[in-house]
């Protein structure tokens, strides 16, 4: 295969056909494109985007470069919900148990932290012992039996995507919303879903910050997995600030865990709710959102939602008591406290600077071989538009050394600004996107 004139009409505006896209995604999956030249097309689509025949033909090669999960004999619905990555957001740590504690199958294949955002896997990780390393054959089985499996994306997943991910983090081609949609789509299809439920974020911290950006994302992703058989629904949500109070692999999940337990932050707790209440209705375990929202509050109430955390921690290497015991989770040596500096209103929450913050601390990458430290993070514990006085304890911070933990002190108070404004800030849920409707949320 000849690639440079196909770079070449890409970059110059044109599209590649079908078989060409085919072509270039399975040389790149067997090896033979070099990196240098996938790089080259990915900053050319970049540039100039991909018609919806090419977007077709690009996720569909990506899907058709793995295996596939075979839920085909399975009667009950397999769901997922993935999101497109923030700080603190941890919702698939609650949603996953919650959703088999109510009847569904949830075979969710997660990412690691990616730039300033956190990663599900991460924070499976955190608990000593957790494999998320899983053969395809052993998560259906697991799916199946328990409910629940949380696995990364293994080498017979999307493996083109897999390659293509990597390349696209340190090629500056992340946020493109055609490369975004294939990359997620192929992988999320490849699950045997009967239905997906999507988190777009926007706002500062998201990686396609502007709103109408995050729509476009999330029609494009609705659109592929309709005309491939899964319906998709999408919640455009907040991150212009963390979400929850625990940022950081071990406290997330700790926070997580607490969330399970009855005992979650209102904002955390309410997007939850949102995704858990929508994963629901598409499945059709549940015929309206009241309905819906009782299943999964009987979950927590029960217990059942969390026994089935401790279910899947124990069927995947770590030990089951870590839901009633987060204290089993890793601690960092040294915790301190970030009090603000004046009083008057809190006007932002920078989730990017803090998502830096808790990298530069060791809870993320900075190259893809670093070792993430699982005890690391913040707690954030002040909202835009709180009011604050001098003094008062606005952050802590888990460092592995006092040094650390004053360095990222300083940065923190940056992050987190005090002024006399009202903030602006973005409603905690903002759209509900469907094939047919984009509807503001009302709640
Ligand atoms: N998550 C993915 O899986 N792929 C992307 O391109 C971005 C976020």
Known sequence: MVVPPL????????????????????????????????AALAMAVYFRGLDPDELSALTDSMLASGDRMDFSDENRPVIDKHSTGGVGDKTSLLLAPMLAACGAVVPMMSGRGLGHTGGTLDK??????FRTDLKLDRAVRQAREIGLVMLGQTAEIAPADRKLY?????????????LIAASIMSKKL????????????????????????ALELARTMIGLGRTRGCPVVALVTAMDRPLGIACGNAL????????????????????????????????????????????LERAIRSGDALERLAMMVA?????????????????????????????GTVTAV??????????????????VDDMVRPEVGLEVLVKPGQMVAAGDLIARVHARSAIDAERARS????????????????????????HEHTTPWEG
Do not use: C
């Open 7 to 38: 770079i070449e009409r890409k970059r110059d505006g044109g599209s590649l056909r079908d078989d060409e896209w085919r072509g270039i995604i399975d040389a790149y999956a067997n090896g033979s494109l070099p990196d240098y030249q996938m």
């Open 124 to 129: 499976l990780e955190a608990i000593p012992g």
């Open 166 to 178: 990597a390349l696209r983090d340190v090629t500056a081609t992340v946020e493109s919303i055609p």
């Open 190 to 213: 490849a699950e045997g879903l009967d239905g997906l439920v999507l988190d777009v974020k926007h706002g500062s911290g998201a990686f396609l910050p502007e709103s109408a950006r």
């Open 252 to 295: 997330e999940m700790r926070e997580a865990i607490a969330g399970l337990s009855g005992d979650g932050p209102p904002d955390l707790m309410e997007v939850t709710m949102a995704l858990g209440i929508e994963m629901l209705r598409l499945s059709g375990l549940a015929v309206n959102d009241g309905t819906a929202r009782s299943m």
């Open 315 to 343: 069927a995947q290497g770590g030990n089951a008591d870590v839901a009633t015991r987060p204290d089993m989770l890793p601690s960092a040596d040294t915790i301190i406290d970030v009090n603000a500096v004046d009083g």
């Open 350 to 367: 920078a989730p990017r600077p803090l998502g830096r913050v808790i990298v530069e601390l060791g809870g993320g990458r900075r190259t």
């Open 411 to 434: 940065e923190v108070g940056a992050a987190i600004t005090i002024g006399d404004d009202a903030p602006v800030v973005l409603p905690l849920i903002g759209w509900r996107v469907t």
